[in-house]
């Protein structure tokens, strides 16, 4: 396990889905991918736009939003490829729990800032296929914050025994609506303060 990913951040979906809460999936060293995505292993793919944080310090013991701002290393942008085995996405809350929250695969930019120089909340987020915008978001449509995101797993994982552990990349959720994506299309997001993330969708070889 590389890490956690956080879903069910925005209110509308956890109203679409009858919760009132985020939920949360595991993230392995094959999810990650870079420069292209193979569209073969996923069925029907979209993508949105997120901040990833990389942990310096295990989160354990009493958790407040300082203490987790202070155990994060470093934020990237991040792509997050999601997915799921429902039929045109008609989901309950039950699916994409069993789904790993709907996980699919997660691809991460290049730059990488301490929180003493971006603030997650603050981030504005534009995500294009091949040149056209197709989603824009801010930090603040994660929970409010990214980092309220990250508490909320921080004490959700520390509960379940499971702690988030220092080197652990955490996506927050996404910053803004997904979209559905198919091969050969190019998708970059642009989160400012931050930097860009990139990823190309393709068929795998034969």
């Given at each position: 396990m590389t890490g956690r990913k956080i879903g069910l951040t925005s209110p509308a979906v956890q109203q679409q889905l009858g919760v009132d809460q985020p939920d949360f999936g595991v993230l392995f060293a094959d999810m990650e991918?870079?420069?292209?995505?193979?569209?073969?292993?996923?069925l029907q793919p979209k993508v949105e736009a997120e901040i990833a944080f990389v942990?310096?310090?295990?989160?354990?013991?009493?958790?407040?939003?300082?203490?987790?701002?202070a155990a994060v290393e470093y934020a990237v942008p991040a792509l997050e490829i999601v997915d799921s085995r429902i039929a045109d996405w008609d989901i309950t809350i039950t699916d994409t729990v069993a789904d790993n929250a709907s996980s699919g695969l997660y691809v991460l930019g290049a730059e990488r800032l301490p929180l003493s120089a971006f603030e997650p909340v603050e981030a504005?987020?534009?995500?294009?296929?091949?040149?056209?915008?197709?989603?824009?978001?801010?930090?603040?449509?994660c929970l409010g914050d990214p980092l309220n995101a990250l508490l909320w797993l921080a004490r959700t994982a520390r509960d379940l025994g499971d702690p988030l552990r220092a080197g652990q990349v955490i996506l927050s959720g996404a910053l803004g609506p997904m979209v559905p994506v198919s091969p050969g299309t190019t998708v970059k997001a642009e989160i400012s303060g931050l930097g860009i993330v990139i990823v190309t969708f393709e068929d795998d070889p034969s």
């Open positions: 991918v870079t420069g292209t995505a193979p569209t073969g292993q996923l942990l310096a310090d295990d989160l354990t013991g009493d958790l407040d939003l300082p203490t987790v701002r504005t987020m534009r995500m294009y296929a091949d040149d056209q915008l197709v989603s824009q978001g801010t930090g603040a449509a």
